[in-house]
């Protein structure tokens, strides 16, 4: 009787020790995450080349953050096994539309400072709609939890971009967010985003 308990109690113990089947990604969400890894590098490359060319610090600061959301989202993709297609080269993109859109902000961005940060604002800008979307597209908690994360240090971004921008006498408009949720992430505060 005691054995055919302890027995029970074993069987039961091996089976709850079983690892849960980790959920599939569907075509879509996979595209995005691979997306948005190229997504934040194109932001990390950018501010890299500008703060080599303008030396000031935002760029840097916030080239070291992207560098972390490019790690953050990388995290997720071996998770689930998706394919990073992110190139190593600095300005290089498996995307062509990230691809233009680089050589098109870089060439933005070298003909003044104030373009430069009107630059920063822009990538921020398409940025938070993109996290926005990919939000809205997942019901997977790892990708979404991972999205919020991400679009908070972009609200951060943003309000450190049109913040410099004053100081240069520039006002940036939104080109890919609402105007309200624009005004509302740059009349807010600062936010701790949590560990990515």
């Given amino acids: 009787m005691l054995f055919t308990l302890l027995s029970s109690v074993v069987g039961f113990t091996s089976c709850s020790n079983l690892d849960v089947e980790q959920p599939t990604l569907s075509d879509q969400e996979k595209a995005t995450l691979q997306f948005m890894r190229e997504e934040e590098k194109l932001a990390h490359d950018v501010?890299?080349?500008?703060?080599?060319?303008y030396r000031l610090n935002i760029f840097g600061n916030i080239a070291s953050s992207e560098q972390t959301h490019m790690d953050a989202v990388l995290a997720i993709m071996v998770k689930y096994g998706v394919a990073d297609v992110a190139s190593n080269q600095k300005g290089v993109f498996n995307n062509i539309t990230l691809q233009k859109l680089y050589n098109d902000?870089?060439?933005?961005?070298?003909?003044?400072l104030a373009n430069a940060l009107t630059v920063g604002a822009t990538i921020e800008d398409l940025d938070i709609k993109d996290l926005n979307d990919g939000i809205a597209a997942t019901t997977n908690v790892d990708i979404d939890?991972?999205?919020?994360?991400l679009k908070c240090g972009s609200k951060n971004h943003m309000r450190a971009f049109t913040s410099q921008l004053s100081v240069e006498g520039v006002?940036?408009?939104?080109?890919?967010?609402?105007?309200?949720?624009?005004?509302?992430?740059?009349n807010g505060a600062h936010q701790q985003c949590g560990r990515l």
């Fill in 47 to 53: 501010y890299q080349y500008f703060y080599e060319k």
């Fill in 105 to 112: 902000l870089i060439a933005k961005g070298e003909i003044s």
């Fill in 171 to 186: 006002s940036y408009l939104p080109q890919f967010i609402s105007k309200d949720q624009f005004s509302e992430i740059i």
């Fill in 145 to 149: 939890n991972l999205y919020e994360k």
